[in-house]
C-alpha cells in the first residue's frame, strides 16, 4: 500500500530531472515519489529538452501518460504508487525501473558542484536546510565548497548570504546591522517559511553574535528599518546600572517595545550587542561623509520618535549619542551649575566638584555640539575661580594691571561665552545666574582698577615698573633692536587681554613660536593712553609719547622715531589677487635695512562695529593678517600689542547715560563722575583738555549701540595685552626667557572631590595663594620681572613611593648623566601625577614643576625614557596629547618598589 508522501517542490522536480538528463539514461520516462499535483505549466524546457510533468493517481494514468508521449519528449510522472502498485509492465519503461526519490541531499550535492560527501552535522541541521538549497539556488549556483565535503559553515553561509542579499563576508554584527538600513532586502527574509527563518538566525546568531535574534526578530516582525533606532534605545532599556526611579521606567519600556521585536524578550547579552552594534553604526556613518550624516541623523531622530511613542523620553538622558540626550545632560549641568552659585562670597568646593563631574558627563556625549560643550567649560572654569578666594584689594595700579593680564583677563574670555547663552531656557537660566555672581565679583575689581587708575593719573606717579604704552618703543622695542635682532611690531587694534590668551594660544599650539616672558616669569601687560580709544593710545603708542591723532600723525611720529623703519596699515597689507601679502610688505619683512616693521591689524576694532566680537574666538585662522606676517618674520622677534582692548554690549543690560559728546565710552568732565565713572585728569590725558570722565562699569555707555565699546577705565579696554615671540629661540633676548603655562590654575586644573579630612589635613592641601608681587631692580627691559622658580606655588613634599623611586638601585642605574633630569624635577612631576590620581594634564605638570610652557613636552619624553624599563611604558600620553598617565603599579613592579 502506498504511504503519504509530501508535495514535490517544482525547483525540486527540476534539480532531479536535471540530474537524471546528465545521467545518459535510455528511458524516456523518470517516475519521482510524490503527491500528484504539479501547480504549475506541466512542459518544463531543461537543457533544451522538452520534459512533461504528469501527476498520475493510478496505473492506468501513467499508462495512459505513456501513451499520449509524443516523439522526442521527456516524461516525468509524479506519484505515490509503489513499484508493486504500478506493475512489471509500466515498470520496464521507467529509470532504472523503479519509482525513484527525491533525496533533498542528493540535490545539494548537484547543487555544489557534486561533492562527494556531506558534512553529517549539516545534515543534522535538517531537511528545511537540504529543501531551501534547493529552492533558493542561484541562477549561477552555489559557490562550490573548498575541498570535496561540504560543510555546514560553508552551505549555511552560501545560504544565508543568498536569502539576505548580503556578502559572506559581511555576516557580522555590523554587516546585520548596515543590512537592516535596506528595506528592499529585508523583504524577501520576512517572507521566508518559519523554519528557515529560524534556522537562518540561528545560523547568524553564531557567526554574528546574540545581535543577529533581535535584528531577525524585528525584520521578521515588520519593523527592521528600524532596528538601529532601536538599537539606539536598547542600552537605555536594559542599563548596567541604575536608580529605582530610571529601573521602573525602563521596565515599562521593555514591555512596550516587545511588539517591535515580535513579542520577543530580549535578554541582557542581546540588548547590549544589539546598543553596542547600532552606537558603531552611528560612529561609522557620520565618519563617512554629509550623506552618511544625514542618515545617522535620521535615524537618531527615528530614535527619539519612537523613544516619545513608548514614553521613555525622560531616560534619554543617558544615551551618549542621542541628540536630546545631550540636552538632558547639558539640562542636569545646568542645574548642577545653578546650585554651585554663591549668593555671595566663594562658591562651595563640593558643589562646584558636582558641577565638574555633571559636566563630564555632558563631555562624554558623542553628540555634544561643539559650541555649546565650550560654554559649559567656561561655566566650570568660572565656578572654580569663585571658589577661589578673592583676596584683598591691589595696593598698586602695576598690581591691579597684573591681575588683569594673569587672572582677570582669563575671567572675561570666559565671562564672554558665557554671556552669548545657550538656547534652552533652562541652561540659559542657570548661565545668567552664574554671569550675575561673577559680575559681582569683576565689578569690584574694576572699580578697584579705575580708582587706582584715577589716582596715578592725576599725581602724575612716574611709572616704576609699570609699563605705558608710550613707553613701549623705548622700553621693548628698542632694546631687543639694541641687541641686534629686527623686530616686527603687531598692533592689533581692540584687542584686549582675554583676546590675546587665545591669539597666543594659536600662535604658539604648533611650537613654531615660543613666547618669551621677562626672566621666564608671568606676562605683564601695557597700560592704554587715556581715554582708552585709538586717536589717544594708539597714537600715543606709535608715537613714544601721549599724543592724539590719526594715521598720517602715526607716520610722522614714527617715521622720526625710526627713520629706517616701516609703519603699515591695513590698506598698505593688501594685495592683489592670489597673494596674502603685497609685495613690499614681503620685501621689507626681508630686508636687513629695516631694523622695525610694525603693523596695525584692525581685525578686532572693525568686529566691535559690525560683528560680534564676544563670540569670535581669536586666532590665527581668524585674524589671518597675523599668520600671513608671521609666516614671513621667522628671523625676527615679534611683539604683540594692542593700542586697547574692549567691552563688549550688554544687550537689555546696558546702562545709557547722558553726555554732550557723541563718544561711546568717556564724556568731557562738564558733570562730576557718577556712581559708575571716575573722574580723570593729568598728562596721561591725551583727549578733553586733559580732564575727562571715564566709566568703569562695563554696562555703561553713552553714545549709539554697537557690538562693542572702548574708551572707559574698566581694566578690559585700559590694561593692553603684551607677547613677544621668536621662531623657536627661547634663548634670543638677554633678560627674556620662555614663559611658563600663562593661564591661572583655574582654568585649567579641576577641582579635587572634596573629603571630610582633618583640619591639618585640609590646610596642607590647599595651595598658598601667590604673594603680591613687591617692586623688583629695574631689568634690561625696566620691566617687573619674577623668577621663574618664583611662578608655580611650592609642591609638596614627595610622597614616599617618590623618595623610594628616587633612592632606588634600578634607578639610580638609568640616569643617564650626560643630561640628566634633576632629582626636584623627578620628584615634583612624580608628585604632581600622584596627587592627580596618577594622571595629569601637560599644562599642569608645567605649571607645577615650574617648567616652561614649550619645554614640558620634551621633559616628559625623557622622564618616560627615563621610567621605561625593557619597553614598558610607565608614562603614556593620552590621544589628545595633552593628558599624561602614570601606571603606578608597573612603575612599582619595574623599580623594585615596596607598594605605598
Known amino acids: 500500500m502506498s504511504v503519504p508522501v509530501s508535495v514535490a517542490q517544482p525547483d525540486a522536480v527540476r534539480r532531479k530531472v536535471e540530474a537524471w538528463l546528465g545521467e ?66 509500466l515498470l520496464a519503461h521507467l529509470s532504472r525501473q523503479k519509482v525513484r526519490k527525491i533525496d533533498p541531499w542528493d540535490l545539494v550535492r548537484q547543487l555544489f558542484g557534486g561533492v562527494t560527501a556531506l558534512d553529517p552535522t549539516l545534515v543534522r541541521v535538517g531537511r528545511w536546510v537540504a529543501d531551501a538549497l534547493t529552492d533558493y539556488s542561484p541562477a549561477d549556483g552555489w559557490p562550490a565548497p573548498p575541498g570535496a565535503i561540504l560543510t555546514r559553515d560553508h552551505a549555511l553561509r552560501s545560504l544565508t548570504a543568498e536569502l539576505l542579499s548580503l556578502p559572506a563576508a559581511e555576516l557580522d554584527d555590523s554587516g546585520l546591522v548596515q543590512w537592516s538600513a535596506d528595506a528592499c532586502r529585508q523583504l524577501g527574509f520576512s517572507t521566508l517559511p518559519d523554519d528557515v527563518a529560524e534556522g537562518i538566525t540561528t545560523h547568524l546568531v553564531r557567526t554574528a553574535g546574540p545581535v543577529a535574534v533581535p535584528i531577525m526578530a524585528a525584520v521578521r516582525a515588520g519593523h527592521g528599518v528600524d532596528v538601529i533606532p532601536l538599537g539606539l534605545l536598547a542600552g537605555l532599556l536594559w542599563p548596567a546600572g541604575s536608580d529605582r526611579a530610571a529601573e521602573v521606567a525602563a521596565a515599562i519600556g521593555r514591555t512596550r517595545l516587545e511588539p517591535r521585536f515580535g513579542g520577543l524578550r530580549l535578554d541582557p547579552p542581546q540588548a547590549e550587542s544589539l546598543h553596542r552594534a547600532a552606537e558603531a553604526w552611528v560612529y561609522r556613518t557620520v565618519d563617512s561623509g554629509d550623506d552618511g550624516r544625514d542618515e545617522a541623523m535620521r535615524m537618531l531622530r527615528r530614535a527619539e520618535n519612537i523613544a516619545a511613542e513608548i514614553g521613555i523620553t525622560g531616560l534619554l538622558g543617558a544615551s551618549a549619542v542621542l541628540p536630546s540626550g545631550f540636552l538632558q545632560r547639558l539640562r542636569s549641568f545646568a542645574d548642577a551649575v545653578r546650585l554651585a552659585v554663591p549668593a555671595g562670597g566663594t562658591a562651595l568646593p563640593a558643589a562646584v566638584a558636582r558641577a565638574q563631574s555633571a559636566l563630564a558627563t555632558v563631555e562624554a556625549h558623542r553628540a555634544a555640539e561643539p559650541r555649546r560643550l565650550e560654554t559649559a567649560r567656561m561655566a566650570v572654569r568660572l565656578l572654580r575661580w569663585l571658589g577661589s578666594p578673592d583676596g584683598p584689594p591691589p595696593a598698586t595700579l602695576l598690581d591691579a594691571l597684573h591681575r588683569q593680564v594673569r587672572q582677570d583677563g582669563w575671567v572675561d574670555r570666559a565671562r564672554l561665552d558665557l554671556f552669548a547663552g545657550d538656547a534652552d531656557p533652562q541652561v540659559a537660566e542657570a548661565y545668567r545666574l552664574l554671569h550675575r555672581a561673577v559680575d559681582a565679583r569683576r565689578s569690584r575689581h574694576d572699580q578697584q582698577f579705575a580708582t587706582l587708575l584715577a589716582v596715578a593719573t592725576s599725581a602724575e606717579t612716574a611709572p616704576g615698573a609699570l609699563l605705558r604704552v608710550e613707553d613701549v618703543l623705548d622700553r621693548v622695542v628698542q632694546p631687543i633692536l639694541d641687541q641686534g635682532r629686527r623686530v616686527l611690531l603687531l598692533v592689533l587694534d581692540g584687542m584686549g587681554v582675554a583676546a590675546a590668551t587665545e591669539l597666543a594660544e594659536s600662535i604658539t599650539r604648533t611650537g613654531t613660536w615660543l613666547e618669551l616672558t621677562p626672566d621666564g616669569g608671568p606676562r605683564t601687560g601695557v597700560l592704554a593712553a587715556l581715554p582708552t580709544v585709538t586717536e589717544a593710545s594708539r597714537c600715543s603708542l606709535l608715537s613714544g609719547r601721549i599724543a592724539a591723532g590719526r594715521q598720517q600723525a602715526e607716520r610722522t611720529a614714527f617715521q622720526q622715531r625710526f627713520p629706517t623703519g616701516r609703519l603699515l596699515h591695513k590698506a598698505a597689507l593688501r594685495a592683489g589677487a592670489g597673494a596674502a601679502l603685497d609685495s613690499e610688505v614681503l620685501a621689507a619683512l626681508n630686508d636687513p635695512a629695516t631694523p622695525v616693521i610694525a603693523a596695525v591689524i584692525n581685525t578686532i576694532d572693525d568686529a566691535l562695529d559690525r560683528s560680534e566680537p564676544g563670540v569670535t574666538v581669536w586666532g590665527e585662522d581668524t585674524i589671518t593678517a597675523v599668520g600671513d606676517l608671521l609666516a614671513s618674520a621667522a628671523d625676527r622677534v615679534v611683539v604683540v600689542v594692542s593700542d586697547h582692548g574692549h567691552v563688549v554690549d550688554r544687550g537689555p543690560e546696558s546702562i545709557v547715560l547722558p553726555s554732550t559728546s557723541s563718544e561711546n565710552r568717556w564724556r568731557p568732565a562738564t558733570e562730576p563722575a557718577g556712581d559708575a565713572e571716575v573722574a580723570v585728569s593729568g598728562s596721561r590725558v591725551a583727549l578733553g583738555d586733559g580732564s575727562i570722565i571715564l566709566p568703569w562699569r562695563e554696562e555703561v555707555r553713552y553714545g549709539p549701540r554697537k557690538a562693542g565699546y572702548h574708551g572707559g577705565a574698566a581694566p578690559a579696554e585700559a590694561v593692553i595685552p603684551l607677547l613677544v615671540l621668536t621662531a623657536g629661540d627661547d634663548a634670543a633676548l638677554s633678560g627674556w626667557s620662555g614663559g611658563p603655562v600663562a593661564s591661572p590654575d583655574w582654568w585649567r586644573e579641576p577641582l579635587a572631590e572634596p573629603s571630610p579630612p582633618s583640619a591639618s589635613a585640609t590646610t596642607n592641601r590647599r595651595r598658598p595663594r601667590r604673594p603680591v608681587e613687591q617692586q623688583q631692580p629695574a631689568s634690561l627691559f625696566d620691566l617687573t620681572a619674577v623668577p621663574a622658580a618664583q611662578v608655580p606655588p611650592p609642591a609638596p613634599a614627595p610622597p614616599d613611593l617618590v623618595a623610594a623611586l628616587l633612592a632606588s638601585e634600578r634607578y639610580a642605574q638609568r640616569r643617564d648623566p650626560r643630561t640628566p633630569l634633576a632629582q626636584e624635577r623627578v620628584a615634583s612631576l612624580l608628585g604632581t601625577l600622584l596627587a592627580g590620581g596618577d594622571r595629569a594634564t601637560l599644562d599642569t605638570l608645567a605649571a607645577r614643576a615650574g617648567i616652561p610652557a614649550h619645554r614640558i613636552t620634551g621633559t616628559v619624553t625623557a622622564l618616560r625614557r627615563l621610567l621605561q624599563v625593557e619597553g614598558y611604558p610607565v608614562l603614556t600620553l593620552d590621544p589628545d596629547g595633552r593628558t599624561v598617565h602614570l601606571n603606578r603599579a608597573l612603575l612599582i613592579e619595574q623599580f623594585e618598589l615596596e607598594a605605598r
Open 24 to 89: 545518459d539514461d535510455p528511458a524516456y520516462v523518470i517516475a519521482l515519489t510524490a503527491r500528484p499535483e504539479w501547480p504549475t505549466e506541466p512542459v518544463l524546457s531543461i537543457n533544451g529538452r522538452q520534459v512533461r510533468v504528469v501527476p498520475c493517481h493510478t496505473p492506468l494514468a501513467a499508462r495512459a501518460a505513456l501513451y499520449d508521449r509524443v516523439d522526442g519528449e521527456r516524461l516525468v510522472l509524479l506519484t505515490e504508487l509503489t513499484d508493486s502498485e504500478l506493475g512489471d509492465g
